[in-house]
């Protein structure tokens, strides 16, 4: 049997300029170069496509139509739209890319004579997911005040009477809470999945992991994807005059 091992944070591999280097760092950079590689490869297009472009046409086309259905405008949909793609391709392939084969099997002998893996799935680092929700919060608040400018405040603070009060100071604890659903579900989701591999590795390391990195494969997109249509359908509440 193997010997199972499990952070729950990220492993440190060294420093550079006095910043700590990690292996969801790593996995980060290789994720984002993954998504360099797509857009490089997708920047020649053609009257008669190959199969990756119309691949890649389906894809952005299918999010398009999605965002401006929800958020019911074409203008809304072109300025929200890069925001909502972007999220979900780099969840996507974050998520997916700790599956390709040897990621997980390099490992990296640290200045304090330890072993750890150099790479790891970049969103079973919590750092990672709070900085995507951070970035999902923002925009959502951004939103808000553009479309309805300084009204979109007494969605939390209302003075017309007790009951707005209250319902307001739910609504800005709802949202601040948001910070904490979007970072947690997805790190929890993601690590989980890594924890249940890894024990399924040290026990039965032949055949029995594969249906498993399936389901994992599987749960990876939809992560993506839930995340991606929680931004799109919040954004949409907070544009929308508030009654």
Do not use: C, W
């Amino acid at each position: 049997m193997h010997e199972i091992h499990i952070s729950l944070g990220s492993e440190k591999l060294g420093t550079f300029l006095g910043l700590p280097i990690t292996n969801t760092l790593l996995m980060t950079l290789l994720g984002t170069a993954t998504l360099f590689l797509i857009i490089f490869l997708s920047r020649n297009v053609s009257l008669l496509p190959n199969k990756f472009q119309v691949f890649m046409e389906l894809l952005i086309g299918g999010i398009f139509n999605f965002v401006k259905e929800t958020l019911e405008s074409v203008s809304l949909a072109k300025k929200y739209f890069p925001l909502i793609a972007t999220l979900f391709l780099s969840i996507v392939v974050a998520n997916l890319i700790h599956f390709l084969p040897g990621v997980h099997s390099i490992l990296f002998l640290t200045n304090e004579g330890k072993e750890v893996a150099l790479l790891r799935g970049a969103t079973s680092d919590l750092n990672v997911t709070l900085a995507l929700a951070l970035i999902s919060f923002v925009s959502i608040e951004l939103a808000g005040v553009y479309a309805l400018g300084f009204s979109y405040a007494k969605k939390f603070v209302n003075l017309d009477s007790f009951l707005g009060f209250v319902i307001g100071i739910i609504d800005l604890f709802s949202e601040a809470a948001r910070l904490i659903s979007f970072s947690f579900r997805l790190f929890g989701n993601i690590f989980a999945g890594e924890v249940v591999i890894a024990i399924i590795v040290a026990f039965i390391p032949v055949i029995a992991p594969v249906p498993m990195m399936g389901f994992e494969f599987f749960v990876g997109i939809i992560q993506a994807a839930i995340f991606a249509l929680l931004t799109l359908f919040f954004i949409k509440s907070a544009v929308t005059p508030h009654h």
